[in-house]
Each structure stands twice: as structure tokens, then as C-alpha cells.
């Protein structure tokens, strides 16, 4: 079935460099994405979002990037901070109820 | 704002007993409410669907018979695992929608003996 996949299982940057998790999403009816942080033993952290009809949207050190041509998505976070260290999911809503489809998750490690 | 809480944040049991978990969203009302498991190193998968006064909706493959779920107010979710066996044993995590997006609670770990 269709499904959000990510690129990269794990990801190691050292502190100070720039972030970029990638996400492949098969579904070229998704409008609505979502970028979420998980720390170990703990629930998922919106990051954030971004609609079908932008191409860019900014954070606070986080940018999403969203490429509907090739069905791609990424996250880019500036300057890594080990506190950045978690698994990242991108998701997309599955249905009109509003759940998610996640991705797979990378895991992202921070060096000092 | 936009707090998930549940509980209880683990619990262990043996088989064959039932266990009730708790989502309640603190500082908003929350209509639709989603259950997710997650084994460790995998994704969530989306249990159910649980709607404020309605049946749950759930996931193909998924047993509404052991996986009981109760939207009874505009705050509060439960899923009771019921006559639970060690391969129920997991992360169980809830959601609740509200201002436009989804907001996580902090999980609940399940261990089955």
C-alpha cells in the first residue's frame, strides 16, 4: 500500500553542523505533513508542519522542505545541538479523520 | 497549551489479566483521539480512531474485542487491553487532535509477563 518511507535509518553529525533528514512519501494525494522529534521512552514532539501548497516553511533552526514533483520531504536543522539527538518521523495524514501515516524514523546522533 | 497527559506512563502484568490506559488531554477538548503501538526501533502504527460518543474505528488487523477503546468525554480516551499475552507487550501511545494538529502524550510501556 502506499506508505511514508525515509531515506537513511541513522544520521551522524557533529555538534555545530547542519541536519538534513530526508523523507520519500508515495501518496501524491497527502496535503499535509508533519515532522515529529522522539527522545527515547517518550511520546512523539511536533516539529513542524507543512502544507501541500508551500514549498518552505521555517522554524526556529528547522526548515522543512517539500518537493511534490519527486514526492520528497525533508527537515534541515541548523547548527546541531546534542539535545537534536532523537528519532525523527515524518508523517502524512492517512485519511480524512486526521490520523498519520509515519515513516519509518531516523535516528539521529549528534557528536561532540 | 495543547497537553497530552497519560497514564499510567508503565505498567507490568501477567498474562491473561486486563490493563486500562488513560489519555486525557489537559487544556483542550479533543473530539477525535488516535491510539498508537510502537515496538522497540519501529514506527507507530496506528491502532484506532476514537471519536467523543461514537465506536472506535479500527486498523485492519487490528482486534476491537482486545483492544477496547472508551471516548466517553471531550478529554479522555481509554484502551484496555484485555486478557493481555507477552506479545501485547509494547509502547502504546495516544493522540488527540486539536488546534489543527495532532498532539502526542508521553506513552505508556506494557510489559506482559
Known amino acids: 500500500g502506499e506508505s511514508v518511507g525515509l531515506h537513511l535509518p541513522t544520521l551522524s553529525v557533529q555538534e555545530g553542523d547542519n541536519s538534513i533528514i530526508n523523507c520519500a512519501y508515495s501518496?501524491?494525494?497527502?496535503?499535509?505533513f508533519i515532522w515529529y522529534k522522539q527522545e527515547s521512552g517518550k511520546g512523539p514532539q511536533f516539529i513542524i508542519d507543512?502544507?501541500?501548497?508551500?514549498d518552505k516553511r521555517q522554524g526556529q533552526r528547522v526548515t522543512v522542505l517539500l518537493n511534490k514533483t519527486v514526492k520528497h520531504l525533508s527537515l534541515q536543522i541548523a547548527a546541531t545541538q546534542p539535545g537534536d539527538s532523537a528519532v525523527y518521523f515524518c508523517?502524512?495524514?492517512?485519511?480524512?479523520?486526521?490520523?498519520?501515516?509515519f515513516g519509518k524514523g531516523t535516528s539521529l546522533l549528534v557528536t561532540p | 497549551g495543547a497537553v497530552v497527559s497519560q497514564h499510567p506512563s508503565w505498567v507490568i502484568c501477567k498474562s491473561g489479566t486486563s490493563v486500562k490506559i488513560e489519555c486525557r488531554s489537559l487544556?483542550?477538548?479533543?473530539?477525535?483521539m488516535f491510539w498508537y503501538r510502537q515496538f522497540p526501533k519501529q514506527s507507530l502504527m496506528l491502532m484506532a480512531t476514537?471519536?467523543?460518543?461514537?465506536?472506535?474505528?479500527?486498523e485492519q488487523g487490528v482486534e476491537k474485542d482486545k483492544f477496547l477503546i472508551n471516548h466517553a468525554s471531550l478529554t479522555l480516551s481509554t484502551l484496555t487491553v484485555t486478557s493481555a499475552h507477552p506479545e501485547d507487550s509494547s509502547f502504546y501511545i495516544c493522540?488527540?487532535?486539536?488546534?489543527?494538529?495532532?498532539?502526542f502524550g508521553p506513552g505508556t510501556r506494557l510489559t506482559v509477563l
Open positions: 501518496n501524491s494525494a497527502s496535503d499535509y
Open positions: 508523517a502524512e495524514i492517512k485519511n480524512s479523520g486526521y490520523a498519520l501515516n
Open positions: 493522540s488527540a487532535r486539536g488546534q489543527g494538529t495532532q498532539y
Open positions: 507543512i502544507r501541500s501548497n508551500m
Open positions: 487544556d483542550f477538548q479533543a473530539t477525535t
Open positions: 476514537s471519536n467523543e460518543g461514537s465506536k472506535a474505528t479500527y
